[in-house]
């Protein structure tokens, strides 16, 4: 079993930056894409970002050219680098992996984080 810990969230001014990580428990996590979800109160859960096992990325139009997934194989960590945050990106990002990207953007991946708030004022 694979554990997903989230850490990084908080209350951060419009504009500004939070950096969040995904720590894995287990080496599996070098060969699993990786995709940031987030779930704003009263709204389904939305894929943001993902990223491969061979580091190929992707975003959701309203975050592209602001926010950043990355990985770190040897740390079993992944981040999200959210720049120029919005009040709207206000929610609580999970993280999520998965042998295959196809069941990360379905929504069905083989793990999930407990999430971790992010708060952004305007």
């Known amino acids: 079993q694979v554990q997903l810990v989230e850490s990084g969230g908080g209350l951060v001014q419009a504009g500004g930056s939070l950096r969040l990580s995904c720590a894995a428990s287990?080496?599996?996590?070098?060969?699993?894409?990786i995709g940031w979800f987030r779930q704003a109160p009263g709204k389904q859960r939305e894929l943001v970002a993902t990223i491969t096992s061979d580091g190929s990325t992707d975003y959701v139009p309203s975050v592209k050219g602001r926010f950043t997934i990355s990985r770190d194989n040897a740390k079993n960590t992944a981040y999200l680098q959210m720049n120029s945050l919005k009040p709207e990106d206000t929610a609580v990002y999970y993280c999520?992996?998965?042998?295959?990207?196809?069941?990360?953007?379905?929504?069905?991946?083989?793990?999930w984080g407990q999430g971790t708030q992010v708060t952004v004022s305007s």
């Open positions: 999520a992996a998965a042998l295959y990207r196809g069941t990360v953007v379905t929504g069905r991946p083989d793990y």
């Open positions: 287990a080496k599996i996590f070098s060969i699993s894409a």
